[in-house]
């Protein structure tokens, strides 16, 4: 009898040819490159080093594409926005020691975000290893325990055979969900040392499905078909597992009002008569949800901004449906369902019966104009006409990437739709290296990024990366002179801010003395400047000189 697995693994002539007399000039790097290409990878991001050249050498040799930024952690967040925007993992290659460890803050955003990304690092030669203190450049004691704790798998090579295989298994980590980056590394002389080993061969490395308990789906659906009052929080999963339409099915099929996380914007049409929007930092939004008798809960772990700061506390039962075993009843008791959002999402719709509320439609009402109200009543004209010039401007379907920064914090919970934040983990920096990913992945479309002057100075040393690859990223920078948030909390909290301000660069100069077209906008010309920088190609920036504030919090 003949297996089909027989089959698949039985060369062909021409690849025991091949096997048979690999071309001459090839290294550990070429293995490297020669693994991402086989395992589907177009294009790699990162950052070369003496202990790294190998595997940048062997890019010459290859077709892959490389965007090379200027810092690490940038080159963590391009590859962040790319595995988002794409879905597909996103190769990251690194050098040893400091190099490695400036990636640290992008790779902790990327686990939080749940983003697919393949760091792979240079090690010191294999004679350093083993934790002595031998005093190589760039050595660390054990390189991978600083990253064992940030990252969802750690992969050691120690001989050129492991390449090949440890990669692939590294490439199925990242895409099994949740979504996450990964960590390879690779020991200088393994990558320098010239190899006969043959062309690695295109290669399949597909993850496992995270497939929910029947059981446990045939209770939540009788559950939600029964409920009252049900209510679904979608969180980033919904979005990571692309199952925005099997969301949307399900919530008409029971008219539930849904609420989308800060990670989850985009997971429901915004103007839908069951959309709650994504007011989550509002007591009304938290009421509701508070009163619902079932509340679904998929792909959130209901942490601290999804619970309005942990002050969220439900009286109803929660079915919680989360691809991160680990999140599963973290905050709150439920049913918890361990799976990937589409797959359980999908079930539901194959086992839930119908149910109709005609009262759901007119209470998302109510709370969306309590909370219109209460934001009506604080005098913050200028902060929402600002973030609707901003959206006007955007092209439809033009994505965008938010720094942590007052304007991003008014889009969690004001911007209608889909955006990409630094939510996960919180960290600065992160808009404008993310919106060059995300342009890297689609050139023909323009990308927005929004910083505020503070985090804009963690990305300064990206507009030469702009430049040379003529990426069609426009870069808005609220100008407020300092940390606007930490001001604010401190002088709320504490009566004066200390450390928060700023002395900053002529941005719009800056900006051009890196080539890049520049201007500087008003609240009243926004609009205008904002929409002629994306419909020109190639990067350019737009300074905005304002100072805004945030609504009142419900929390405290």
Known sequence: ??????????????????????????????????????LGATTVFGLPGQHALGMFDALRRSDLRYVGLRVENNAGFAADAYGRVTGEAAPLLLSTGPGALTSLAALQEAAAASSPVVAISSQVPTAGLGGGRHGYLHELRDQKASFRDVVKSVHTVRGQSQIPSAIAAAWESALTAPHGPVWVEIPQDVLLAETALPVVTPMDAFPEDVVPRPELTAVAAELLANADRPAIIAGGGVVRADAAGKLLALAERLDAPVVTTFGGKGAFPWEHPLSLQSWLEDRHTTDFLEDADVLLVVGSGLGELSSNYHTFKPRGRIVQIEADLGKLESNHPALGIHADARIALQALLETVAERHDKTAAERVRTVLDKVRARIDAQ???????????VREALPAGAPSFWDMTILAYWAWSAWPGAMHSAQGAGGLGYGFPAALGAAAADPGRPVLAVSGDG???YSIAELATARQYDLPVTWLIVDDGGYGILREYMTDTFGEATATELARPDFVALAESFGVPAARTTPD???????????????????????????APTHL
């Open 525 to 551: 010309t926004l609009t205008a400047d904002l929409s002629k920088a994306l419909a020109t190609p190639g990067p350019s920036v737009v300074v905005l000189p304002a100072l805004l504030r945030m609504f």
């Open 379 to 389: 005098d913050l004209g200028e902060e929402r006409r600002i973030l609707a010039a």
């Open 1 to 38: 009898m003949t297996h089909d697995h027989d089959l698949v693994l039985r060369p062909t002539p021409r690849q025991v040819e091949a096997a048979l007399n690999p071309p001459p000039g090839r290294n550990g790097g070429d293995l490297v490159v020669e693994t991402l290409a086989g």
């Open 455 to 457: 985090g804009a100075m």
